[in-house]
């Protein structure tokens, strides 16, 4: 398997410090019994490559099961923050910024902010030189008001509300991606007679990528874009061609999410460019930008494949090069936008065990979260490899399936995986890569607040986002 080259400095060996934050109102569980932690200065030491190579790559092993993320025991945060808890390695998603723009070093690199999006992740990725992608009014006003340059933001999604385009405008985003035709005169009306604004259009390059199904925007069959085929982009080009108050930047296309192959972007290249060419030679006007979108797969689990980002950055600007100059089109400037690939792997997720419940088919373990804050494997079969940590068990493995609290059958967060057979209630099981799509999908189903987000990084602990409790709740519900 071949993942992103992530070359982090080894962890601080400084005995870690309380979480500086106050912790969220939800008390901790009390822990499980369980060998006393590892004496102060104890060596930390790297984990077994296999068993945590889907891990950040800060992790370390202490004495009887102690599990360190960003020289902070996992066990520390889940006693000052409670369960379930998000873990985030703040070096890891900086790492992860650099690696980008060091494969693409001509090529604006945005983060997609739906993967998930808090003011200090903003602040990171300004920080390290990417733009944002954002998909919604709510995602464009946090990243600007907590100071992202709205000249770096890009706003897209398959339809926009008249809130949406209203905000973009009133904060001057760098560039609106147009996905259907009736955006078109919308935009170009709020716009106003004095006002200009840069558009993209995003075309459907009918090709069929992707982890899932559910996961696949390249395609015919799906809400995303406007078709190449059928002459849907090219009608739109030429209606944006004519409003005077839109500027007409370039192409935009998502194949999907998870893609391991590098080669449905080069096919993407090659589509896109002629398209740029027909343009050219019906409208004389040569686009200079051409958004590639992300969808770069990582691995969930040891051993699963994911986009080896090298290859994919050598082989596009290769195709690019190759395709323009068949086209005689000079290149234009690339875009490119991970979430994911930034975000997923610097996460991890703390949960406590509630219980264990054997039955004749199998073993369920039952966590204090579930679907809630983890709806990915509902939704799209996503599995994980969970962890137990905070303590050392001499049990040999039995496969079981971890479950969550939620009233639903399909609330399973890992099926069919191994855990010590001793596992008990008040452990404290881990999954990593918990970064992408978690918080951010996440529900108050059953009226179970949503995590806190804890930040790692140096053996310091500091909170994001807390826990949303009962109070806020009840708060939102006024009808008496």
Known sequence: MTTLPLPLPAPSTAPPTTPSTTPSTTPPATPSPAPSAAPPGAPDRPAPADALSVWPATTTERPHGQLLVGGVPLTEI??????PVYVLDEAEVRERCRTYRTAFPDAEIHY?????????????????????????????????????????????????????????????????????????????????????????????????????RKIRTGSEDQKFGLSIRDGHAQHAIARILDQSHLELS???????????????????????????????????????ELDLGGGHGIAYRPGEPALDLTTLARKVRAELAESCAAAGLPVPRLIIEPGRAVVGPAGVAVYRVLGVKRTPARTFVAVDGGMS????????????????????????????????????????????????????????????VAGAYHLSMASSYNLVGRPPVVAVRDGRARLLVRRETLADLRARDVGL
Not at 167 to 184: C, N, Q, S
Not at 185 to 209: F, H, L
Not at 379 to 393: C, E, H, I, K, T
Request: charged residues 20%; contains cysteine.
């Open 373 to 432: 804050d983890n709806p990915r494997p509902a939704l799209y079969g996503v599995r994980y490899a969970p962890r137990l940590v905070g303590r050392q068990s001499a049990a040999g493995p039995e496969r079981v399936t971890v479950v969550g609290r939620h009233c639903e059958a399909g609330d399973v967060l890992a099926e069919d995986v191994p855990l010590p057979a001793d596992t008990r209630p008040g452990d404290l099981l881990a999954l990593p």
């Open 112 to 212: 997609a902010a739906k993967a998930f999006l808090c003011r200090a992740l903003a602040h990171w990725v300004e920080e390290e030189g990417l733009g944002l992608d954002v998909c919604s009014a709510g995602e464009l006003e946090l990243a600007v008001t907590t100071g992202f340059p709205p000249e770096r933001i890009l706003l897209h999604g398959n339809v926009k509300s008249p809130h949406d385009l209203e905000t973009a405008l009133r904060l001057g985003v760098g560039r609106i991606v147009i996905d259907t035709p009736a955006e078109i005169a919308r935009i170009a009306a709020a716009v106003g007679a004095e006002g200009r604004q840069k558009v993209m259009v995003r075309v459907t390059p009918g090709i069929s990528a992707g982890g899932h």
């Open 78 to 83: 889940a006693e000052g923050h409670g369960t």
């Open 250 to 288: 370039g192409l935009h296309c998502h194949l999907g999410s998870q893609i391991a192959d590098v080669k449905p972007y080069l096919v993407a290249v090659r589509r896109l460019v002629g398209l740029m060419a027909r343009v050219r030679d019906a409208h004389g006007v040569t686009l200079p």
